[in-house]
């Protein structure tokens, strides 16, 4: 399966930011699927993570209550709303999905990955 990451930008601290994952395969619908960031000069983060169902999410402690992850499979997306965004969440975003498993914090469990789409939040 192919992902797709876009909408990210250039915002101002305190702003809100949307980005999107699209997938090429209807069976993304099955795939648990996270999000990462990875900051110039240090290692991959995870961010955010959401079962193939949607019913189930997590979310890193620096993130959690500012960010939010769905899906919608109608459209094979999976979106990331970026809230009350912070300087230090500047990095280059990636979309991940795994084919079998759980929705997962290590990057290693994930399958596919995303070409990442760069955020950048301005103070």
């Known amino acids: 399966v192919q992902l797709q990451a876009s909408g990210g930008g250039l915002v101002q601290t305190g702003g809100s930011l949307r980005l999107f994952c699209a997938a090429s395969?209807?069976?993304?619908?099955?795939?648990?699927t996270g999000w990462f960031r990875q900051a110039p000069g240090k290692d991959r983060e995870f961010v955010a993570t959401?079962?193939?169902?949607?019913?189930?999410?997590g979310y890193a402690d620096s993130v959690k209550g500012r960010f939010s992850i769905a899906r919608d499979n109608a459209k094979n997306t999976v979106y990331l709303q970026m809230d009350s965004v912070k300087p230090e969440d500047t990095a280059v975003y990636y979309c991940?999905?795994?084919?079998?498993?759980?929705?997962?914090?290590?990057?290693?469990?994930?399958?596919?990955w995303g070409q990442g789409t760069q955020v950048t939040v301005s103070s």
């Open positions: 991940a999905s795994r084919v079998w498993g759980h929705a997962s914090i290590s990057p290693g469990d994930y399958d596919y």
């Open positions: 959401i079962s193939g169902s949607g019913g189930s999410t």
């Open positions: 395969r209807r069976t993304f619908n099955s795939y648990a």
